[in-house]
């Protein structure tokens, strides 16, 4: 008990310092200016920061609850204590020659963990062969996602050192937490020692990953599921959205929202135009007839290579600076209606997550950092296999062959 006990008290502290790491922006007059938001109406209670006392007694939660079953920090010390290291210098590598790979594995990280826990039943084919059976990687949600590749470019390395040791699971975990940090991101502790699923769960993946054209109602409520509360729904949704918004979600809202045949009537003629000039097919047409705006050279350039889509960027406002990537372009974004994705916008139809957006917006973009390191050690601690249970693939796409 006392061991467990000084294990808990000892990672807590490493959480608040790596917390304190990630916060590399002084906040001074943008706290206060948190700290005094409110939403119009005078009688709703402001959005508070929350203070290192707090976040201590949130990460110690975190260290005694189920979440953490048999997990560990550092949990391969023992068994291969070069993993983690080579996670993050193969991480390194990849992303000097594709900066996108953060964004990718991100969302593959979501999707995985969003369907029963982080196991990494999204990357596994467990058909074999059979054409008639349905596969999670291959449910409508999780058509575009990519990273597959990366993941098992990683797992090689490890197996090349570590055989059979090292699970594809906590492979995407850290992987995506290296991701997160390279691109700017802030830094936070991962617990290890996931084990794999032997399925994969196609029609949970298709009932319960968020959808693009969902409304607050929706969205608020499958992530409530899943022990997350709005304020962590805001923060891992500003995270999620960081990444280039493919055409695919975009293109529905322009010209058949929900089934209708017509454009999403919540979106202003000239933002439809805007989005147009990236995502229609001829990325021409306006939506009141009349020509859209000629696309920039770097517009014509991101069509020819095939990636087409929009960033919540300096690109849809000239009034929003550009930046790192983990800061308030996506809040910012909301607060103009700017919203690329009918879910994103849904964000302002809620009293308490429009002023979480408002709260996020007002500052330079440290407390967002925060909130999504506590939410996203949160999300990668989900249920999921330890222990004797799943098994430890070797290739991430395969289930090991069982006698």
Excluded: W
């Amino acid at each position: 008990m006392m061991a467990s006990s000084m294990k808990g008290l000892a990672f807590a502290m490493v959480v608040i310092f790596s917390v304190l790491l990630s916060l590399n922006n002084p906040r001074g007059e943008s706290e206060r200016a948190f700290l005094s938001v409110s939403s119009p109406s005078s009688q709703e209670p402001p959005v508070n920061l929350v203070s290192l006392a707090s976040t201590k007694d949130f990460f110690m939660e975190m260290t005694d609850g189920e979440a953490q079953k048999n997990l560990d920090y550092d949990f391969y010390r023992d068994t291969c204590p070069e993993a983690e290291t080579i996670v993050r210098d193969t991480m390194a590598q990849i992303y000097s020659q594709q900066k996108n790979v953060s964004a990718q594995l991100l969302r593959l990280f979501f999707h995985d963990c969003f369907i029963k826990g982080c196991d990494a039943s999204v990357l596994l084919d467990d058909s074999n062969g059979n054409k008639n059976h349905s596969i999670e990687k291959q449910a409508v949600p999780n058509k575009s996602l990519k990273g597959f590749d990366k993941i098992d470019q990683i797992k090689e390395v490890l197996e090349n050192v570590c055989p059979g040791v090292v699970s594809c699971a906590d492979i995407l975990a850290l992987a995506t937490r290296d991701g997160i940090v390279l691109a700017d991101g802030p830094f936070y502790p991962v617990f290890t020692g996931r084990r794999d699923s032997t399925r994969s769960y196609p029609d949970e993946a298709m009932a319960e990953i968020p959808k693009p054209d969902d409304n607050i109602t929706q969205t608020l409520r499958l992530f409530s599921l899943r022990g997350f509360s709005d304020r962590e729904t805001v923060s891992l949704l500003g995270a999620a959205r960081i990444p280039k918004i493919g055409c695919e979600f975009i293109q529905a809202r322009l010209n058949n929202f929900k089934g209708t045949g017509k454009p999403d009537p919540t979106v202003s003629p000239g933002f439809q135009n805007e989005m147009r000039i990236f995502c229609d097919d001829n990325g021409t047409r306006s939506s009141q007839n009349s020509p859209a705006p000629a696309p920039s050279r770097g517009v014509l350039k991101e069509r020819s290579s095939g990636r087409r889509g929009m960033p919540y960027f300096q690109q849809l406002s000239s009034s929003i600076s550009s930046g790192r990537g983990f800061d308030t372009h996506y809040y910012q974004s909301l607060l103009k209606g700017r919203g690329l994705l009918f879910a994103d916008q849904q964000l302002m139809a809620n009293d308490r997550t429009a002023r979480l957006v408002r709260a996020y917006a007002s500052d330079d973009g440290s407390t967002f950092r925060m909130d999504f390191s506590r939410a996203m050690m949160k999300m990668s601690e989900r249920r999921g296999l330890t222990g004797s249970e799943g098994q430890v693939r070797v290739h991430c796409s395969l289930p090991l062959q069982t006698s």
